[in-house]
């Protein structure tokens, strides 16, 4: 449905974005994961039309964004990060404003902003001016703005951002619920969000994609790696390397910074998937150390991440 190719956005000699290319398929929830400061936002307003690239191309259904600007836009609803409201209005008339801009029909707006409120939660505020709301019922009314005209593609920047947990999941429901008949592309640093709403995560550092996919796949495909974490008491980083070194299939050890000066703790990286636990702990036995915490810790999305962006810092 969208298809991106060689994206690249500098500022004043700051690429921002550098040659980012993928494909998204219609029905996708794809999360654009990274840091602030990664290029989700830039990228973003480059396929909303927004900013135009310094280079590369965007097509949307055949059209491409710099030749066929309006269509394109007609096809997608945006929530930006910050949503320019007008604080006085009241819901209804802000949304029936938004409704009239957007060419909806006298006789249809009144049904679609209806549906909207149901859809968004909105029904309990629809009287009360947009200023009143708290940062969950204003995020709810974007929404509602960006889906006035029914789009076929929803896009959302930081849609959960500043919010508290609990309208964290009321916003994640939404768009799970809207995600089921629109193709959604929306960007978050927040792994559990992207962990919990999408099917496809796209994980973007310093403009440049470094991940894509569905979050099993790519825990698998960073599973190449079992990583063991120890907690030891009253025990030396000097005593554990020498120890543990000599157990074949352990690549290196790492210590854990601990503000507890008596609490040693470290994880152990072994050269491959193989499940190295019993001869660490029978090494461990045969000493006189106590164990405070022994286990084998799991590739999760925030764990992946951090290698990925880990790598490409020390490769650059």
């Known amino acids: 449905m969208i298809h991106v190719e060689n994206l690249t956005r500098y500022y004043d000699g700051f690429c921002a974005v550098d040659g980012i290319s993928l494909e ?18 830039t990228t973003l307003k480059m396929l909303t039309g927004y900013l135009r690239p310094s280079s590369g191309s965007i097509h949307v259904k055949e059209l491409d964004i710099t030749q066929n600007p309006i269509e394109i836009k007609r096809m997608i609803g945006y929530l930006p990060e910050s949503s320019p409201f007008y604080k ?4 209804y008339d802000y949304l029936d404003y938004v409704a009239k801009i957007r060419q909806i029909p006298p006789n249809d707006r009144y049904p679609r902003i209806k549906h909207l409120a149901d859809l968004c939660g909105l029904k309990e505020v ?7 709301l708290s940062k969950g019922l204003n995020q709810r009314v974007g929404l509602a703005h960006a ?42 640093h927040i792994l559990s969000e992207a962990e919990a709403t999408c099917n496809r995560i796209v994980i973007i550092h310093r403009g440049r994609i470094v991940a894509d996919g569905d979050t099993e796949a790519l825990k698998q495909s960073a599973g190449k790696e079992a990583v063991v974490f120890i907690s030891l008491l009253n ?19 790492e210590k854990i910074d601990s503000t507890d000066n008596s609490l040693l703790s470290v994880t152990v990286h072994c050269k491959s ?21 022994f286990r084998q810790e799991t ?18």
């Open 24 to 41: 998204i398929h219609r029905g996708e929830v794809l999360g654009l994961l990274g840091p602030n400061g990664a290029g989700k936002t």
């Open 88 to 91: 006085n209005m009241l819901v």
């Open 126 to 132: 629809m009287h009360k001016t947009i200023g009143e």
């Open 147 to 188: 889906m006035m005209n029914d789009p076929e593609i929803l896009v959302l920047d930081e849609p959960t951002q500043g919010l508290d947990p609990n309208q964290i999941v009321e916003i994640r429901n939404i768009i799970k619920k809207i995600g089921q008949e629109k193709t959604i592309i929306f960007s978050t």
């Open 235 to 253: 025990v030396g980083i000097e005593e554990v390397e020498q120890a543990l070194s000599r157990i074949e299939g352990i690549e290196k050890i």
């Open 273 to 293: 998937s193989a499940d190295l636990r019993e001869a660490i702990y029978r090494k461990i036995k045969a000493t006189d150390w106590v164990l405070m915490e």
């Open 299 to 316: 590739k999760t999305l925030e764990t992946i991440f951090r290698d990925l962006t880990r790598r490409i810092n020390k490769e650059d």
